[in-house]
């Protein structure tokens, strides 16, 4: 029987899994031409296991021209070889086993690349051909088709159509892509688009990969009469977000990733307001989890997040499904610059961009959230580099920055680049050994000189760093049983701008958000607290030890 639990549990690790994202265009450049690669990943793994976390999630390694930084995928079976090769994934999914880290891979179902065999075969084919099919090719409206088939705004900006040349060189029909020009949207009424994508997963599954992160999940599904709508006042259901049959595709896979001794895990990037719909994609018979949005949108305020802590339990718990909580991704500013700004909130249609920063009041806040996030009953997402207390940087020249978003809105939008810059491992400059000595080019994005002070080498065994304290919570949270399952609890005697809830039997977490010191329980004790200057290792001589929790400040607290 008890042989049965531990089985059942280590099946069902993405329950309460960490789940660190790596990056890799930007986490380690083995090979010096200033890109992140899969050696400096593979060099790196033991940085991984050693920091304490379950699983690693790629951002896209496929072959790509890269036009959205490798979502834009034209071949799942094979590495962009800016990465690597194939048998290189291989080798680093089996290293990452040896040390016990699992490993997702991303798929992209609403989009491929437009240098993806499937719509070069289909632009050279021509109106009517089957191969079109697979896309949403229409032809224009206007006299001539000079005008888009519907007023579809891509997610970029700019219009969501792009109209394509005839095989003989006349203007041509156009095509749907809701991302970049580069990103034509698949079909997936066509059942080629289906058949394909289940056998590119079970490609990925049979290497060893234990999940996958589905890109854009509420996308793939469109109305087929592709209507004009205002995008302030959508019809329900909406063209082409969270439409019904998406489901379809989702119970196939899950259907797919069941069929594994070890079944593979379904991640969806499901951004919806709506807890309920939110919820649909997580029935038993779908995805495992899901990104917690909510959460990351919500401003560091007691009250807002207590909401959005109850709001998110609710919804998972009608379906069974663990939460998840997450502060940072690669599509978003960094939490310690969120987190350092009058407005706290997040939205990605209102980007802030060097607006007032304080970036210690911001580190503080988030060595606050990573106590409250590892607390909650779930799983956790931590972004590469948020261990080091990284912040977005702002100051990357127009002319250097790369992602789509900033080209397409002009500027307006500033776009995803200063949360990808390249790691700080070691030195005292850039590329602090990000790339080998010797680099045959600068990191693909340049690192301000301040990170002299936050690479790994330089917070590494030194007390009070961002490092040390990732390491000492995650160490803790592993070793503590009270923080696995749902049991979850608010404690009775609710001080405004506190959190505080008990896990298991005797573990309780205490975040303070008031704005005032407040006192500390008498009878318990300071496990962990993430004011700066706490050592773990003696819980009584800083920080929270004199019964007192200062502001912006968690701790975990054990009952005597
Ligand atoms: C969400 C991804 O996280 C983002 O980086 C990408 O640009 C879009 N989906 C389009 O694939
Ligand atoms: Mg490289």
Redesign the pocket.
Known sequence: MADQTVAAESVQWWRDAVIYQVYPRSFADGDGDGIGDLTGIRDRLPYLAELGVDALWF?PWYASPQA??G?DVADYRRIDPAFGSLEQAEALITDAHALGLRIIVDV?P??VSDRHAWFQEAKAAGPGAEARDLFWFRPGRGTDGELPPNDWQSVFGGPAWSRTANPDGTPGEWYLHL?APE?PDLNWNNSKVREEHESVLRFWFDRGADGVRI??ATMPAKDPALPDFDPDTPPVPHPYIDRDDVHDIYRAWRTLADGYEEPRALIG?VWLADPERFAHYLRADEMHSAFNFDYLNCPWDAAALRRVIDATLAAHASVGAPATWVLS???VTRHVTRYGRADTSFGLSLRQHKTPTDLELGARRARAALLLNLALPGGCYLYQGEELGLWEVEDIPGELRQDPIFHRTGGTDIG?DGCRVPLPWSGDQPPFGFSPEGAAAPPWLPQPEQWAAHTVQAQDGRPGSMLTFYRAALRLRRGERGLRGADFRWLPGHTPGVLGFARGDGFFCLANLSGATVPLPADADVVLSSAPGFDPADPGAAGSGAGELPTDTTVWLRQR
Request: glycine share 0%.
């Open positions: 951002t959205d930084a979502y992209v609403n989009h991302f990103q890109d854009s990037e991704n690669h599509d995803r």
